[in-house]
T-cell receptor, first 109, second 114 residues
């Protein structure tokens, strides 16, 4: 079953613009993770935010977590063509990660 | 390079056949996860092993089985294959298997069932 739901399903923006993706989940969590997947390749971990954290930064990435709304957002600033990929959120539940369906991000040159 | 290796990269087989996918986790990682990714189902968690023992089970069909060996590599066995089993199969590993740690993914095995 999928706990996380990403929104939007697809996003197309111009290079240099910021991209924001959202993730909602259903049950309480200990942490939430974001991963990136380039077409047909393995997922790459981007960032992990714990339930007692509200915001976390890593380079051009900014993740927020609102446990009261059971939602998280991933912001990619100053997007580049190389950011074109699918982005997944995952929440921990009973020794496993529960994955959303992903947001497909396309950066237009 | 995540440090997780999967073989083979591609596999083409016929319905009714049986195949074995192999995964070697990152050095030091005790937990191995198997995922199936298809266009219509997204990323589906199949099964997790931790230090040789099954720890969690997801949407794994009875026709599928897995094991983790003493050297921590893992194999996923798919039998009585159907057209719908065509997908990318990913293995991931983590230091331990609680969900608190990031998972490192292998490059995947693309299975095509004809």
């Amino acid at each position: 079953s999928q706990q996380g739901e990403e929104d939007p399903q697809a996003l197309s923006i111009q290079e240099g613009e910021n991209a924001t993706m959202n993730c909602s989940y259903k049950t309480s969590i200990n942490n939430l993770q974001w991963y990136r997947q380039n077409s047909g390749r393995g997922l790459v971990h981007l960032i992990l935010i714990r339930s007692n954290e509200r915001e976390k930064h890593s380079g051009r990435l900014r993740v927020t977590l609102d446990t009261s709304k059971k939602s998280s957002s991933l912001l990619i600033t100053a997007s580049r063509a190389a950011d074109t990929a699918s982005y997944f959120c995952a929440t921990d539940s009973n020794y496993q990660l529960i994955w959303g369906a992903g947001t497909k991000l396309i950066i237009k040159p | 390079d995540s440090g997780v290796t999967q073989t083979p990269k591609h596999l083409i087989t016929a319905t009714g056949q049986r195949v074995t996918l192999r995964c070697s986790p990152r050095s030091g990682d005790l937990s191995v996860y198997w995922y199936q990714q298809s266009l219509d189902q997204g990323l589906q968690f199949l099964i997790q092993y931790y230090n040789g023992e099954e720890r969690a089970k997801g949407n794994i069909l009875e026709r599928f089985s897995a094991q983790q060996f003493p050297d921590l590599h893992s194999e996923l066995n798919l039998s009585s294959l159907e057209l719908g089993d065509s997908a990318l199969y990913f293995c991931a590993s983590s230091v331990e298997g609680s969900g608190y740690n990031e998972q490192f993914f292998g490059p995947g095995t693309r299975l095509t069932v004809l």
